[in-house]
């Protein structure tokens, strides 16, 4: 009786025994298909994580490259002074702060604008000059468009800039990345409605065209080649020629090939002088 109970214990326990290997094989066939599913699950996650990860667009890569190359960070801290057209400029920025100024002898004396971060104001002979909106806008926008141009193409990450890639366009002998700057209403100040066309090297970054369409103080349309272009202090700079289209059929898209069949005539040489950087 002894014997049998214990065959009969030994055979519960290999009965046991034959049912945990069962469920270890059984298992261990589901096992390949669990780690399936958690591989599959683990690329799926991975790629929502990269469609979450910014994609820098080509137009904004290209300027940001251009900006570096121009200048970079000297832009954010320096003061800059040139003459142009017989006026004595003054661009000045500081920890977020700036400050552009002209200085000339007018009929009425001599003339002193700023435009800075709290608006314009004009003095004349040291005395503050009271101007209604069109006139202050007027001076304001004057004094901002040639400081504009002369620190392209630092402005072109402005928060209310917009960035349009265009592909890749020949000019002259050189092939270029052309790009598209619009403006938001809000932030864009009263010529948003502007567009810039700028055509980047691209090997060098260096902004050798630009064209743009006005519409205020009469409108029209530009196109400037860069000529004679040095670092002074850290920063590029260049003149111009400028030109503007011979035909009205002519659009702001279409002066780079305008430009390489002579179709645009000369305006006139924008040159700076007496530049230098602190």
């Given at each position: 009786?002894?014997l049998?109970?214990r065959?009969?214990?030994n055979?519960?326990?290999?009965?046991?025994l034959?049912?945990?290997?069962?469920?270890?094989r059984?298992?261990?066939?589901?096992?390949?298909g669990?780690?399936?599913?958690?591989?599959?699950?683990?690329?799926?996650?991975?790629l929502?994580?990269?469609?979450?990860q910014?994609?820098v667009?080509?137009a904004?890569?290209?300027?940001?490259r251009?900006?570096?190359v121009?200048?970079?960070d000297?832009?954010?801290?320096?003061e800059i002074?040139?003459?142009?057209?017989?006026?004595?400029?003054?661009a000045?920025?500081e920890?977020?702060l700036?400050?552009?100024?002209?200085?000339?002898t007018?009929?009425q004396?001599?003339?002193?604008?700023v435009?800075?971060?709290?608006?314009?104001?004009r003095?004349?002979?040291g005395e503050?000059?009271?101007l209604d909106d069109?006139?202050a806008g007027r001076?304001?926008?004057?004094v901002?468009?040639?400081i504009y141009f002369?620190?392209?193409?630092?402005?072109?990450?402005?928060?209310?800039?917009?960035?349009?890639y265009?592909?890749?366009?020949t000019?002259g002998?050189?092939?270029?990345h052309?790009?598209?700057?619009?403006f938001?209403q809000?932030g864009?100040?009263?010529?948003?409605?502007d567009v810039?066309i700028y055509?980047?090297?691209?090997?060098?970054?260096?902004?050798?065209y630009?064209?743009?369409?006005?519409f205020t103080d009469?409108?029209g349309i530009r196109f400037?080649?860069?000529?004679?272009?040095g670092e002074i202090?850290?920063?590029?700079?260049a003149?111009?020629?400028?030109y503007?289209?011979a035909?009205?059929?002519?659009?702001v898209?279409?002066?780079?090939?305008a430009?390489?069949?002579?179709?645009?005539?000369?305006?006139?040489?924008?040159?700076?002088?007496?530049?230098?950087?602190e």
């Amino acid at each position: 009786m002894i014997l049998n109970n214990r065959k009969e214990t030994n055979n519960g326990y290999t009965g046991r025994l034959d049912r945990s290997a069962r469920s270890i094989r059984e298992r261990t066939r589901i096992l390949p298909g669990a780690s399936q599913l958690a591989a599959t699950l683990t690329m799926a996650m991975l790629l929502i994580a990269c469609s979450h990860q910014e994609v820098v667009p080509e137009a904004q890569r290209i300027i940001d490259r251009s900006i570096e190359v121009h200048g970079g960070d000297r832009y954010l801290s320096s003061e800059i002074t040139f003459t142009f057209r017989d006026i004595d400029y003054l661009a000045r920025r500081e920890n977020g702060l700036f400050s552009y100024e002209r200085r000339f002898t007018g009929e009425q004396g001599e003339i002193h604008d700023v435009y800075n971060n709290a608006g314009f104001t004009r003095s004349i002979n040291g005395e503050p000059e009271p101007l209604d909106d069109e006139y202050a806008g007027r001076y304001r926008r004057s004094v901002n468009s040639v400081i504009y141009f002369a620190l392209l193409p630092y402005a072109l990450n402005d928060p209310a800039v917009r960035k349009n890639y265009l592909g890749r366009e020949t000019i002259g002998n050189s092939d270029y990345h052309k790009i598209e700057v619009t403006f938001e209403q809000e932030g864009g100040g009263s010529d948003f409605e502007d567009v810039f066309i700028y055509w980047i090297h691209p090997e060098t970054y260096t902004m050798d065209y630009l064209a743009y369409e006005f519409f205020t103080d009469g409108g029209g349309i530009r196109f400037r080649e860069a000529l004679n272009p040095g670092e002074i202090g850290g920063i590029r700079f260049a003149d111009y020629n400028n030109y503007r289209p011979a035909s009205e059929t002519v659009t702001v898209y279409d002066t780079g090939v305008a430009f390489n069949e002579g179709r645009l005539e000369m305006v006139s040489v924008i040159s700076l002088e007496n530049v230098r950087v602190e």
